[in-house]
């Protein structure tokens, strides 16, 4: 196949075996044949490789599978950004799936921003499998192109999926390491949005989720057990986004400060600990 694709489909898997398979189908699905799969595997320890395989073997789509030693889903995407060889870069969990046809629908926003130095992607949103509807209602009026600064000032949150320009994101690596396995996604978001990026925010939906998000809540184990990561983002939040940003949403800015200085606390204990 050629290097000049149009899409890469990123799937991170850590013992998720069992939801693969309605994720491929969904890519099978697209009846668009400009795109790769990467899979990369974050040290399963179930059969998720054999499972690849098989669709490798069916040959209905270009599939590459990965395995890492277990490092954390924000080193398989930095991971996947570097093999990449679509124009588009697309995140799709392993529990989720694309909405049938959805990315021939947004052909004509990619040609949009194609020629834009200032917009980064398409932000679509995603549907609930139990709702059937989407999850965020955010709007943006006349044509669609806004920051991530707004959005997170209208205090109007919820699921969506991002199609993004690949040799764009790939100057925002996440900052992972020794004892950092995973940095909230705001991070990535924050550090775009004060380069100056925007979106081009889309109501058409592109993402199928099934598990409610649950595990999107953050529990005080898993801040402390990934106080390092939580840091990073936090303080770059606090450092970027703007005060007008903050003055319409206060509660984030309360939730923040709290939030970071909890995370501060953990690390000076945990190296106390060493």
């Known amino acids: 196949m050629s290097d000049n694709m149009l899409f890469t489909i990123f799937t991170p898997a850590y013992n998720r075996a069992h939801t693969l398979k309605r994720c491929y189908d969904s890519i099978v699905m697209q009846s668009f044949i400009s795109l790769e799969w990467i899979v990369i595997d974050d040290g399963s320890i179930d059969n998720t490789r054999d499972v690849v395989k098989g669709f490798i073997d069916e040959g209905k789509i270009n599939i590459r599978y990965f395995y890492q030693d277990n490092a954390g889903k924000q080193a398989a995407w930095n991971k996947a950004l570097q093999e990449a ?34 917009v980064l992607g398409v932000r679509a949103v995603a549907i609930s499998e ?58 990535f978001y924050a550090k775009t949005a004060s380069s100056g990026y925007l979106f081009l925010y889309e109501t058409e939906p592109v993402r199928l989720f099934f598990d409610e998000h649950n595990h999107m809540r953050l529990s ?29 949403n206060p509660i984030a800015l309360i939730k923040t400060i709290v939030r970071t200085l909890q995370c501060i606390i953990f690390c000076i204990l945990d190296s106390k600990k060493k």
């Open 85 to 118: 060889k679509g124009e588009f870069f697309v995140g799709l969990d392993s529990d989720d799936a694309l909405v049938p046809n959805s990315l021939i629908k947004m052909n004509g926003n990619l040609i949009k921003i194609r020629n834009s130095e200032l």
């Open 130 to 187: 139990k709702k059937k509807c989407a999850d965020s209602d955010f709007k943006v009026l006349g044509n669609g192109v806004a920051s991530w600064f707004d959005e997170f000032a209208s205090r109007i949150f919820g699921e969506r999926i991002d199609i993004l320009k690949t040799s764009e994101i790939k100057k925002f690596l996440y900052p992972v390491g020794p004892g950092i396995k995973f940095i909230p996604e705001v991070w």
């Open 220 to 248: 005080r184990s898993n801040l402390r057990a990934h106080a390092k990561g939580h840091l990073i983002s936090r303080a770059e939040m606090l450092k970027v986004i703007p005060i007008s940003a903050w003055a319409r």
